[in-house]
C-alpha cells in the first residue's frame, strides 16, 4: 500500500480530530491574516483578529466567504501563497457568471490526492485495480483528482478523460477496468450503451466512483443493477479543492467528510446561523491545511444534514447526506418549491431513464413548466396513441410528487443533448 494510506486517521476518535482543528485553525487565521488582505478587511469589519480564535468553538465569529466574494476578488485576490510558489490551477465551467478559479501549492496537490485516495480505498480500491478515469480531465476537478488519487493507491490509472463512448468500452473491456470514475449521468450513459452493444459479459468492473452532480438512490439502483457494480458517491468542489471533499465507504449511507483537512457546518441559509447537528442547512467548509486557496467559512450553496451517529465501517469522520439541492437551484414554479432531484425520483420510479430537462418559462404573468423526457431503449414506442397514454401516467405521477402539473414531452432514446460532463436538467428562461 503506497505511503499515504493512514487509516488511523479515519478511524481517530472524536477528541483527536478536535485537537487537530482546533491546532490547524489557530494556524490557519494566522496565514490568512497575514497572507490574504481580502480575507483580513473582512475579518477586519466584524471586529475579529487572529486572538480571537482560539479553537472550533470560535469559528462562527469568523466573516463568511461566498461566490460573489470569489467574483469579486478574481482571479488572484484570495490566494494565500505568492504564484511562484503554486503548482496548479483548476477552474469551473463558469456557466454562472464568472468562472471559479482555484490555486494549488505541491502541499495542496498531495492533500487532494490523498483525499481521493482514501475515496478510492473506501470502495475496495487497492493497487491490484484499474482505475478508469472518465471525468474531464482539463480545469475541471474531476479527472485530475481521482488520477493523482489512484496513482497514490498504486492503481493502474487509465487517464480516459469524458467522451468518444466507443472508445471508452473498448479500454474497458480490453483493459479489464475494475473501477470508474465519472458522473453518474454518464455512468448511467455507458450503461445503457454496454446493454445495446450486447457487452456485459466482457465488463469485469466491481465498483464505480460518481459524483459532481446530484442524483438519487433510485439512479445508484439502476446503475448498479445495470452494471452489475457497487456505485458510490462522492463529493467535492472546486473551491475547496474538487472531488473527494467527503466520499461513501461500503456502508453507502452518507459521504464521510475528510475532518483533518476540512471542518465542516451546516447554517440556516437565510439567517447565517449555525445549526446543531442533524438539521438540514447550507453547508459551510472551512479548509484547515490548504496553503493557497485557504477558504474560511465558504458558502457552498449545498443544502445538506450532517451526521456523527457511528458507521459500520469504522470510520470516525462526520458524515454528510447527499446534497438535497442548493439553497439557490431550488425552482419556485407557480409558487411551490421544486427540486430536480424529485422529478428525477418519479421518472426513475415509473422506469423511465433519469435523461431529463426541465423548461421553465413565463407567459402572460404565469409559469409554464415542461419536463421533457427521454423513453428508454425497452420502453420506446412511436405509437402516438401509447405516447399520449404513457405521458398522462406521467404528468399524474409529478402531480401527485411535486403539487403542480407540468406538461410532459417524451422524447426518442439519446435525443436530449448530452455533455459527458455534467447534464443540464434545467433551463429557466424566466431569468433571460
Ligand atoms: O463537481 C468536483 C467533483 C468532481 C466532485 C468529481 C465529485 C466528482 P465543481 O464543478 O466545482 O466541482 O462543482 C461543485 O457540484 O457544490 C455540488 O453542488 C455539486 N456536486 C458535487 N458533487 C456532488 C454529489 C465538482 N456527489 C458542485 N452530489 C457542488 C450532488 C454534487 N452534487
Given at each position: 500500500m503506497a505511503k499515504y494510506y493512514q487509516p488511523e486517521i479515519e478511524t481517530a476518535s472524536q477528541e483527536q480530530i478536535r485537537a487537530w482543528q482546533n491546532e490547524r485553525l489557530v494556524e490557519q487565521v494566522k496565514h490568512v491574516w497575514n497572507d490574504v488582505p481580502y480575507y483580513r478587511k473582512k475579518m477586519e469589519e466584524k471586529g475579529v483578529?487572529?486572538?480571537?480564535?482560539?479553537?472550533?468553538?470560535?469559528?462562527?465569529?469568523?466573516?463568511?466567504?461566498?461566490?460573489d466574494d470569489l467574483r469579486e476578488a478574481y482571479p488572484y485576490g484570495l490566494m494565500g501563497k505568492p504564484a511562484s510558489e503554486c503548482v496548479r490551477i483548476q477552474s469551473t465551467s463558469g456557466t454562472t457568471g464568472k468562472r471559479v478559479v482555484a490555486f494549488y501549492t505541491q502541499h495542496d496537490v498531495d492533500l487532494w490526492e490523498d483525499c481521493c485516495a482514501r475515496a478510492i480505498v473506501a470502495v475496495g480500491g487497492t493497487k491490484d485495480d484499474v482505475c478508469h478515469v472518465a471525468y474531464g480531465y482539463g480545469l475541471f476537478t474531476g479527472g485530475a483528482g481521482l488520477h493523482g488519487g489512484s496513482h497514490k493507491v498504486g492503481c493502474l490509472t487509465l487517464p480516459m478523460s469524458s467522451g468518444n463512448t466507443d472508445r471508452q468500452l473498448q479500454f474497458m473491456t480490453d483493459l479489464?477496468?475494475?473501477?470508474?470514475?465519472?458522473?453518474?449521468?454518464?455512468?448511467?450513459?455507458?450503461?445503457?450503451?454496454?446493454?445495446?452493444?450486447?457487452?456485459?459479459?466482457?465488463?469485469?468492473?466491481?465498483?464505480?466512483?460518481?459524483?459532481?452532480?446530484?442524483w438519487s438512490e433510485e439512479m445508484r439502483r439502476d446503475i448498479e443493477e445495470k452494471l452489475?457494480?457497487?456505485?458510490?458517491?462522492?463529493?467535492?468542489?472546486?473551491?475547496?479543492?474538487g472531488p473527494g471533499v467527503s466520499f461513501e465507504c461500503e456502508a453507502q449511507m452518507g459521504m464521510h467528510i475528510n475532518e483533518d483537512h476540512f471542518i465542516a457546518e451546516i447554517i440556516d441559509p437565510d439567517t447565517g446561523e449555525v445549526l446543531p447537528e442533524g438539521e438540514k442547512g447550507e453547508l459551510v467548509f472551512t479548509c484547515i491545511t490548504k496553503e493557497a486557496f485557504p477558504l474560511i467559512r465558504y458558502r457552498t450553496r449545498d443544502i445538506c444534514v450532517l451526521s456523527r451517529k457511528p458507521c459500520p465501517c469504522g470510520r470516525t469522520h462526520v458524515k454528510m447526506s447527499k446534497p438535497m439541492g442548493r439553497s439557490d437551484d431550488m425552482l419556485i414554479i407557480r409558487g411551490v418549491n421544486v427540486f430536480p432531484s424529485q422529478i428525477e425520483t418519479v421518472l426513475i420510479e415509473q422506469g423511465y431513464p433519469a435523461n431529463y430537462q426541465i423548461i421553465v418559462?413565463?407567459?402572460?404573468?404565469?409559469?409554464?413548466?415542461?419536463?421533457?423526457?427521454?423513453?428508454?431503449?425497452?420502453?420506446?414506442?412511436?405509437?402516438?396513441?401509447?405516447?399520449?397514454?404513457?405521458?398522462?401516467?406521467?404528468?399524474?405521477?409529478?402531480?401527485?410528487?411535486?403539487?403542480?402539473?407540468?406538461?410532459?414531452?417524451?422524447?426518442?432514446?439519446?435525443?436530449?443533448?448530452?455533455?459527458?460532463?455534467?447534464?443540464?436538467?434545467?433551463?429557466?428562461?424566466r431569468k433571460i
Open positions: 483578529t487572529p486572538d480571537d480564535i482560539k479553537s472550533v468553538d470560535d469559528l462562527y465569529k469568523l466573516p463568511f466567504l461566498t461566490k479489464g477496468s475494475t473501477i470508474i470514475c465519472c458522473t453518474p449521468s454518464y455512468a448511467a450513459y455507458l450503461a445503457e450503451s454496454i446493454y445495446e452493444k450486447g457487452i456485459r459479459d466482457q465488463i469485469k468492473l466491481k465498483a464505480g466512483i460518481f459524483g459532481a452532480e446530484a452489475g457494480i457497487r456505485a458510490y458517491d462522492i463529493y467535492g468542489l472546486t473551491e475547496i479543492s418559462d413565463r407567459v402572460n404573468n404565469s409559469d409554464t413548466f415542461e419536463v421533457m423526457v427521454e423513453m428508454s431503449p425497452e420502453n420506446f414506442s412511436d405509437s402516438l396513441k401509447k405516447i399520449t397514454e404513457m405521458e398522462k401516467s406521467l404528468v399524474g405521477a409529478l402531480k401527485a410528487m411535486l403539487g403542480i402539473a407540468a406538461k410532459v414531452k417524451l422524447v426518442a432514446p439519446k435525443t436530449i443533448a448530452r455533455s459527458e460532463g455534467k447534464a443540464v436538467r434545467v433551463i429557466d428562461k
